[in-house]
């Protein structure tokens, strides 16, 4: 499986709803180069699941763009695809169906699908459950068929919306670590929206940190740490410690009246 | 419908195969159950003076008319006719059913739209619609056929729309999100995820097919289970007549029986369905 990864512009990005007076978020700016993995964290209502959404192309921004190495995102595409908070799998189907099911639709040949699937089955380590009927997978193993559905589309960019949040403890951090492992040796960016810091100190090279209403990136931190990163390590709870922080000073942030106002007057 | 049979099975004490024949000794035991009243009531008749004209409408006499009335083909032709009529009647329903049903579980405003006309035209009595289609079709067949589709559409339309409604409506943004167009959505997602209800409605559909069938070839037609029953009755055949009623009984469990086995076979949920 060769994948490579992409560089995320996404300019002056802006959306609102006709029912609400204040925009979900207002002219977000942000770049983020190929191969890095992105952490979104915020509190809920601050916009980062929308953000998500309009990356992956399941919703339109009112205002600005989004271009991944040049090309504007107008749409869902199997180049850049989301994992949701659930796995959502199709039940009738077994692993390997549903491991396939975006190449079915891309209409690639039996072999073909056969032969991407068995690899991206190995990736996420499923290969005793291949045959198996979905409903019978644990919670953890699921999710670990949704991320090989989304794998073996071989996109550049892998859009998570707090895709672990619904698993236990141990599951999460194995999945945690996996995906990024994965990442990093396939290259393709990873955008992640969270609101758990130990996840986005675990599995990101940089965390931003969204908040206020309308929503904005506040504050962002390089999460500069050596592989495979461990909650107990000093350095991981330092740089937790650090996030907490950053996070807690952003929960109190207004975003300045003046520009508001100025916006309003034009 | 077998509502004894699933807690055994659910609460995993039999095999299947035990289970199998757990099912098939319930069956037997509750026909030869239903065959020893019958019996009996035919003996009664026979004893009372008053009775004793009706007394082939008992077992034995419905018994020996089978092979009389198989050699001379009279089941195998009005069998055929009735067949065909009802294959073409829950053919059509399917075919208008399943994408109305569609249309009422995607599509907001045609939900709201249609209720009430489905809902008003619903509950007419199919057999009210005879005479109108008396005078529009040039033949009893396609009278029957139209009949038979106007009683049975409901059932396939209203499960099928239920069957959508409960559908994980991320199934449909992950399959957006993977490439899916809306002509691999409707066969790859939809499709699979509403058979059982389909198959369900079409099962429903089927018991009211076949209560409108009969009393519909009483009229016109010189063909079929319906007729073959009326021309008994005329000509006092009362053997005949029990035993073409105990035809219709039969084809309707078997046709019953394969769909419960296709519902199974749709059928992703998990606990078994039916």
């Given at each position: 499986m060769s994948i490579r990864g992409t560089e995320i512009k996404i300019e002056g990005l802006s959306q609102r709803y006709p029912t609400r007076k204040v925009p979900t978020f207002n002219r977000v700016d942000l770049v983020?180069?190929?191969g890095e993995a992105l952490a979104i964290i915020g509190?809920?209502?601050?916009?980062?699941s929308t953000l998500l959404h309009i990356l992956a192309g399941i919703t339109r921004g009112t205002?600005?763009?989004v271009l991944l190495n040049g090309t504007e995102v107008n749409g869902p595409s199997p180049r850049w695809v989301m994992m949701f908070q659930a796995p959502h799998l199709y039940p009738w189907m077994t692993v390997t169906e549903n491991v396939g099911v975006g190449l079915t639709f891309a209409r690639w040949g039996k072999k073909e699908i056969a032969e991407r699937v068995a690899e991206a089955i190995r990736l996420v380590e499923l290969q005793d459950f291949a045959q198996a009927n979905v409903q019978d997978l644990s919670g953890g193993q699921q999710q670990r068929v949704a991320l090989a559905r989304s794998l073996v589309m071989e996109p550049e960019l892998l859009l998570l919306d707090e895709p672990f949040s619904a698993l236990d403890a141990f599951t999460r951090?194995?999945?945690?670590k996996d995906v990024r492992a994965i990442s990093k040796r396939l290259g393709f960016n990873i955008v992640l929206v969270t609101h758990d810091i130990d996840e986005a100190v675990i599995m990101a090279d940089r965390a931003v940190i969204m908040a206020g209403s309308p929503g904005d990136i506040v504050h962002e931190m390089?999460?500069?740490?050596p592989d495979p990163r461990d909650r107990t390590d000093p350095e991981v709870q330092r740089l937790r410690a650090r996030l907490m922080a950053t996070f807690q000073e952003a929960a109190n942030y207004k975003k300045p009246e003046v520009s508001l106002a100025a916006g309003a007057g034009r | 419908m077998n509502f004894a049979a699933t807690p055994a099975r659910q609460g995993g004490f039999l095999s299947l195969g035990q289970y199998a024949l757990q099912r098939l000794a319930w069956a037997l035991g509750g026909l030869s159950i239903l065959a020893v009243i019958w019996l009996i009531a035919g003996q009664m008749m026979a004893s009372s003076p008053r009775l004793a004209n009706y007394s082939t409408f008992g077992l034995g006499p419905t018994l020996q008319a089978f092979p009389e009335m198989w050699s001379s083909g009279k089941i195998q032709s009005a069998t055929?006719?009735?067949?065909?009529?009802l294959g073409m009647g829950l053919l059509l329903a399917a075919l208008i059913g399943v994408p109305l049903g569609v249309l009422v579980g995607r599509i907001k405003w045609f939900a709201a739209y249609s209720n009430s006309p489905f809902q008003f035209i619903r509950m007419i009595s199919p057999l009210a619609w005879m005479p109108i289609a008396v005078l529009v079709f040039s033949t009893w067949d396609g009278s029957i056929v139209f009949l038979i589709a106007i009683a049975a559409v409901w059932p396939v339309l209203f499960a099928t729309a239920a069957g959508l409604a409960k559908v994980d409506p991320a199934w449909f943004k992950v399959a957006r999100n993977l490439g899916a167009n809306p002509l691999q959505?409707?066969?790859?997602?939809?499709?699979?995820?509403?058979a059982f209800d389909v198959f369900s409605g079409i099962r429903l559909a089927l018991g009211v097919a076949w209560i409108v069938l009969v009393p519909a070839e009483y009229l016109g037609v010189t063909s079929g289970l319906g007729y073959a029953i009326e021309d008994s009755r005329e000509t006092l055949s009362y053997n005949h007549l029990t035993a073409l009623v105990v035809t219709i009984g039969a084809i309707g469990y078997v046709l019953d029986s394969i769909l419960v086995m296709l519902i199974k076979q749709f059928s992703w949920h998990r606990g078994g369905a039916a």
């Amino acid at each position: 499986m060769s994948i490579r990864g992409t560089e995320i512009k996404i300019e002056g990005l802006s959306q609102r709803y006709p029912t609400r007076k204040v925009p979900t978020f207002n002219r977000v700016d942000l770049v983020s180069p190929p191969g890095e993995a992105l952490a979104i964290i915020g509190r809920s209502g601050c916009g980062k699941s929308t953000l998500l959404h309009i990356l992956a192309g399941i919703t339109r921004g009112t205002e600005g763009r989004v271009l991944l190495n040049g090309t504007e995102v107008n749409g869902p595409s199997p180049r850049w695809v989301m994992m949701f908070q659930a796995p959502h799998l199709y039940p009738w189907m077994t692993v390997t169906e549903n491991v396939g099911v975006g190449l079915t639709f891309a209409r690639w040949g039996k072999k073909e699908i056969a032969e991407r699937v068995a690899e991206a089955i190995r990736l996420v380590e499923l290969q005793d459950f291949a045959q198996a009927n979905v409903q019978d997978l644990s919670g953890g193993q699921q999710q670990r068929v949704a991320l090989a559905r989304s794998l073996v589309m071989e996109p550049e960019l892998l859009l998570l919306d707090e895709p672990f949040s619904a698993l236990d403890a141990f599951t999460r951090a194995a999945l945690q670590k996996d995906v990024r492992a994965i990442s990093k040796r396939l290259g393709f960016n990873i955008v992640l929206v969270t609101h758990d810091i130990d996840e986005a100190v675990i599995m990101a090279d940089r965390a931003v940190i969204m908040a206020g209403s309308p929503g904005d990136i506040v504050h962002e931190m390089d999460v500069d740490l050596p592989d495979p990163r461990d909650r107990t390590d000093p350095e991981v709870q330092r740089l937790r410690a650090r996030l907490m922080a950053t996070f807690q000073e952003a929960a109190n942030y207004k975003k300045p009246e003046v520009s508001l106002a100025a916006g309003a007057g034009r | 419908m077998n509502f004894a049979a699933t807690p055994a099975r659910q609460g995993g004490f039999l095999s299947l195969g035990q289970y199998a024949l757990q099912r098939l000794a319930w069956a037997l035991g509750g026909l030869s159950i239903l065959a020893v009243i019958w019996l009996i009531a035919g003996q009664m008749m026979a004893s009372s003076p008053r009775l004793a004209n009706y007394s082939t409408f008992g077992l034995g006499p419905t018994l020996q008319a089978f092979p009389e009335m198989w050699s001379s083909g009279k089941i195998q032709s009005a069998t055929l006719a009735s067949g065909y009529r009802l294959g073409m009647g829950l053919l059509l329903a399917a075919l208008i059913g399943v994408p109305l049903g569609v249309l009422v579980g995607r599509i907001k405003w045609f939900a709201a739209y249609s209720n009430s006309p489905f809902q008003f035209i619903r509950m007419i009595s199919p057999l009210a619609w005879m005479p109108i289609a008396v005078l529009v079709f040039s033949t009893w067949d396609g009278s029957i056929v139209f009949l038979i589709a106007i009683a049975a559409v409901w059932p396939v339309l209203f499960a099928t729309a239920a069957g959508l409604a409960k559908v994980d409506p991320a199934w449909f943004k992950v399959a957006r999100n993977l490439g899916a167009n809306p002509l691999q959505m409707l066969t790859k997602i939809i499709m699979p995820a509403i058979a059982f209800d389909v198959f369900s409605g079409i099962r429903l559909a089927l018991g009211v097919a076949w209560i409108v069938l009969v009393p519909a070839e009483y009229l016109g037609v010189t063909s079929g289970l319906g007729y073959a029953i009326e021309d008994s009755r005329e000509t006092l055949s009362y053997n005949h007549l029990t035993a073409l009623v105990v035809t219709i009984g039969a084809i309707g469990y078997v046709l019953d029986s394969i769909l419960v086995m296709l519902i199974k076979q749709f059928s992703w949920h998990r606990g078994g369905a039916a």
